[in-house]
């Protein structure tokens, strides 16, 4: 299955976060050799139960960009101006399938979050993309730039007759620590920040309800937002399933309904 792929390279993308894994794969074998990887504690970071292992390595974007080799080329054309702010942080005006809704949750890198979301019976329907910031039509790397206030988000749609909003918002706290503010494991920024957007105020009802709950069970506080959703903006297409696809080495993970194969979150 690693045809092709050095396995010792196949190990160091295997830890990067996510924001590194994108399509250039020029990118890889540069940081790996340049920047061996960072090992950081997270010995105390206890995620709740059925999350996933967080990974152990990471290599800051910032190192990347100060040598001009991260994401930064664009950041000097975002235009931050008011009219594209003012689409950016309007409603979502995309309509679900007769007799569904839609559901935005953000819990770190999407890919995981939405392989899980894929499994949940009920849910028709789920997509990647990038929600909550100031920019019109974001790209991935627009978003790594950590200037656009973008979070990473997956966009679900659900038939409530086969699966309450109460699952998928069960899901959404099993997935991920929504203690630790703008970061999940090792994936820093404001893209991975733990956020519930709302639609209808009885999905804010139940979220808010869901939270207080949620917080009866940590001993550290939450730091989830709960927010209208704003315009949701598909990510680019080898973002989407990304996981079930074969992620980056081919290896397809299942997003049969009720599947509870661990989740590998970087394929
Ligand atoms: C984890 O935290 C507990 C209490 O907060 C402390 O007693 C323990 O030494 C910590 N363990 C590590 C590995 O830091
Ligand atoms: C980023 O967006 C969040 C809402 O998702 C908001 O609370 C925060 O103030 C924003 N930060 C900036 C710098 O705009």
Same mark, same amino acid.
Not at 13 to 21: F, Q
Not at 46 to 57: C, I
Not at 142 to 156: L, M, Q
Not at 249 to 266: E, L, T, V
């Given at each position: 299955?690693?045809?092709?792929?050095?396995?010792?390279?196949?190990?160091?993308?295997?830890?990067?976060?996510?924001?590194?894994?994108?399509?250039?794969?020029?990118?890889?074998?540069?940081?790996?050799?340049?920047?061996?990887?960072?090992?950081i504690?997270?010995?105390?970071?206890?995620? $709740? @139960?059925?999350?996933? +292992?967080?990974?152990? /390595?990471?290599?800051?974007?910032? =190192?990347?960009?100060? &040598?001009?080799?991260?994401?930064g080329?664009?950041a000097?054309?975002?235009?931050?101006?008011?009219?594209?702010?003012?689409?950016?942080?309007?409603?979502?005006?995309?309509? $679900? @399938?007769?007799?569904? +809704?839609?559901?935005? /949750?953000?819990?770190?890198?999407? =890919?995981?979050?939405? &392989?899980?979301?894929?499994?949940?019976?009920?849910?028709?329907?789920?997509?990647?993309?990038?929600?909550?910031?100031?920019?019109?039509?974001?790209?991935?790397?627009?978003?790594?730039?950590?200037?656009?206030?973008?979070?990473?988000?997956?966009?679900?749609?659900?038939?409530?007759?086969?699966?309450?909003?109460?699952?998928?918002?069960?899901?959404?706290?099993?997935?991920?620590?929504?203690?630790?503010?703008?970061?999940?494991?090792?994936?820093?920024?404001?893209?991975?920040?733990?956020?519930?957007?709302?639609?209808?105020?009885?999905?804010?009802?139940?979220?808010?309800?869901?939270?207080?709950?949620?917080q009866?069970?940590?001993?550290?506080?939450?730091?989830?937002?709960?927010?209208?959703?704003?315009?949701?903006?598909?990510?680019?297409?080898?973002?989407?399933?990304?996981?079930?696809?074969?992620g980056?080495?081919?290896?397809?993970?299942?997003?049969?309904?009720?599947?509870?194969?661990?989740?590998?979150?970087?394929?």
């Open positions: 299955m690693l045809t092709g792929i050095s396995t010792s390279a196949a190990a160091a993308a295997a830890v990067l976060p996510c924001t590194l894994l994108v399509s250039s794969s020029r990118f890889s074998p540069l940081t790996s050799s340049l920047f061996p990887p960072r090992k504690s997270i010995q105390n970071s206890t995620f $709740p @139960a059925n999350s996933r +292992q967080p990974h152990m /390595f990471t290599t800051p974007m910032s =190192w990347l960009g100060k &040598l001009g080799l991260g994401f080329n664009r000097s054309e975002i235009t931050m101006d008011s009219s594209s702010s003012a689409i950016a942080q309007g409603p979502d005006d995309d309509v $679900p @399938a007769p007799g569904q +809704q839609f559901a935005q /949750f953000g819990a770190g890198c999407f =890919w995981g979050v939405e &392989l899980a979301f894929q499994r949940v019976p009920g849910v028709k329907k789920t997509e990647v993309g990038y929600s909550q910031g100031h920019i019109h039509n974001p790209t991935y790397n627009d978003i790594c730039t950590g200037t656009t206030n973008h979070s990473e988000i997956v966009r679900v749609q659900y038939d409530p007759k086969e699966c309450g909003y109460e699952n998928l918002l069960d899901m959404f706290w099993s997935r991920h620590d929504p203690t630790t503010l703008n970061r999940q494991g090792n994936d820093v920024g404001t893209q991975y920040r733990s956020g519930i957007y709302y639609y209808t105020p009885e999905q804010e009802k139940a979220a808010r309800e869901s939270l207080e709950k949620q009866q069970l940590l001993n550290r506080k939450i730091v989830t937002e709960i927010l209208p959703a704003k315009k949701f903006y598909r990510a680019e297409e080898y973002h989407q399933q990304y996981l079930e696809k074969g980056r080495f081919g290896f397809k993970q299942s997003a049969g309904k009720g599947c509870n194969d661990p989740i590998r979150c970087y394929g």
